[in-house]
């Protein structure tokens, strides 16, 4: 009987042979950014990647998604390796599109190169596993472009902001079980596992004013502008009474000031963002901003539209998938692998909602710089610590999960507990996605 050890040595044999074309992969997504849902030329590698390893993809999955089955012996739990296709905007990053501003620097394109990757490995072996694997290249991790894509949801287009929550409220994760992916990290972490991450939600935001001549008559306008930024005020004054344990982030854009700047403003357009590490954390912080917008209103005697939607739920990876793959981690780099459980849970990811359905683990892997993600120099410049060392755990790690009858992932299921149904996700959401006009009264008032 072939040991488990045997399957992974030819896995990563494979791998190893496939080191060029990976690398390639990660390196090309890289030059070609593309942002969240519009990710069609991406798709399109990721298609033809699928098709080169014997896939018959299914293509188009909340816009953008891409999904192949590899086949295992028998019927058992189906593992996903997921790679998020979607780029930032960073108009000044060395690789960004100079026509949109998209840029990979958050490393996503390692993540499509080392789910396929792990595929190449992986097919080598499917005959030998008691259970499918799932390759998934996903949409729209990045919560930007907010107004565009709540655009589309108000045009019945898109439920969510994110990819994940997309895919799985069309029931695209309903046949699979357990989920992972390898998200960049920064040089000084070779590999490591246990990071949390915070929940947030999206809101889009625009006042309404009165526009009038901003030097002969200022008085018979009301200022959108103004109103925003007071409420920016009053936001910042609630900075200070956030919990600590919330770990609240509140981040803005004005997206729409005025018109022309001999008017007082009548219309004003915020977007934003508000982080924190649970649902009622989320929540409390909401109901501060909303207070904070009202009473920007409330004073200029504007009024103003607060649309609120789930972004992200709270993330944490899953504790039994992590002592599967741990063990593979330490494996490819000793004690460079690394535990970030205590590591302070400032971002979000929408691996949090896949987390709300099913286990699931995101290990980080160098991208070989030390720069900030989501600044202007991080970008993968070590394709193999960032796409190839990955492709390995995770391939070793579906292989330790699916061997022998998928002992080990009915014990990561069991050890688990109960998961939310897509139902169950779907009420979460659309309870917390709110839509309000408060009038500050002064719009109905003689000019
Ligand atoms: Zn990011
Ligand atoms: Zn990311």
Avoid at 116 to 144: K, M, Q, R, T
Avoid at 245 to 259: M, N, Q
Avoid at 342 to 349: E, P, V
Wanted: charged letters at 25%.
């Amino acid at each position: 009987m072939t040991s488990v050890d045997d399957i992974k040595a030819r896995v990563c044999e494979a791998i190893d042979r496939a080191a060029d074309r990976i690398t390639a992969l990660s390196d090309d997504i890289l030059r070609h950014p593309e942002t969240g849902y519009k990710e069609t030329r991406t798709s399109g590698v990721v298609v033809e990647q699928m098709k080169q390893l014997g896939l018959d993809p299914q293509t188009g999955l909340a816009r953008t998604g891409v999904k192949g089955r590899l086949r295992g012996r028998s019927q058992g739990p189906t593992v996903a390796v997921v790679g998020e296709l979607d780029s930032l905007i960073i108009p000044d990053h060395p690789f960004a599109d100079p026509v949109t501003g998209a840029a990979h620097a958050c490393g996503h394109n390692a993540q499509i190169a080392s789910m396929i990757g792990a595929g190449i490995g992986l097919a080598e072996v499917s005959g030998e596993l008691d259970g499918d694997v799932v390759l998934f290249a996903v949409p729209a991790e990045e919560c930007i472009e907010v107004d565009w894509r709540l655009g589309l949801r108000d045009q019945g287009e898109l439920h969510h902001t994110a990819g994940k929550a997309e895919l799985i409220r069309a029931g695209h994760f309903d046949d699979v079980d357990l989920a992972m992916l390898t998200h960049a990290g920064p040089a000084m972490l070779p590999m490591g596992v246990g990071a949390n991450a915070n929940g947030s939600l999206v809101k889009r935001i625009r006042f309404h004013g009165r526009s009038a001549h901003a030097g002969a008559a200022p008085w018979a306008g009301v200022s959108a502008y103004k109103a925003a930024t007071v409420a920016i005020a009053a936001i910042d004054a609630h900075r200070e009474m956030f919990r600590d344990e919330d770990g609240v982030r509140v981040h803005h854009l004005i997206t729409h000031a005025g018109d022309a700047v001999t008017a007082i403003p009548a219309r004003t357009d915020m977007e934003m963002l508000i982080r924190a590490r649970t649902i009622e954390g989320m929540k409390r912080a909401s109901e501060q901003v909303d207070r904070a917008l009202r009473g920007g209103a409330l004073a200029m005697g504007a009024d103003v539209e607060i649309t609120t939607a789930v972004s992200f739920l709270p993330f944490s990876d899953d504790a039994a998938l992590v002592e599967v793959l741990e063990p593979n981690g330490r494996a490819l780099v000793g004690d460079g692998f690394v535990d970030l459980k205590d590591l302070a849970a400032g971002g979000s990811t929408d691996m949090g909602d896949l987390g709300s359905v099913m286990p699931v683990v995101q290990p980080i892997a160098s991208c070989g710089t030390d720069a900030v993600a989501h600044g202007n120099a991080f970008y993968t410049k070590d394709h193999v610590a960032a796409a190839v060392l990955p492709a390995k755990v995770m391939a070793m790690t579906v292989v330790d999960l699916l061997v022998d009858g998928a002992a080990r992932a009915r014990k990561v299921l069991d050890a688990g507990g109960p998961k939310m149904t897509r139902q169950e996700f779907v009420d979460l959401h659309d309870s917390l996605s709110t839509d309000e006009r408060f009038s500050g009264g002064g719009l109905s008032a003689e000019a």
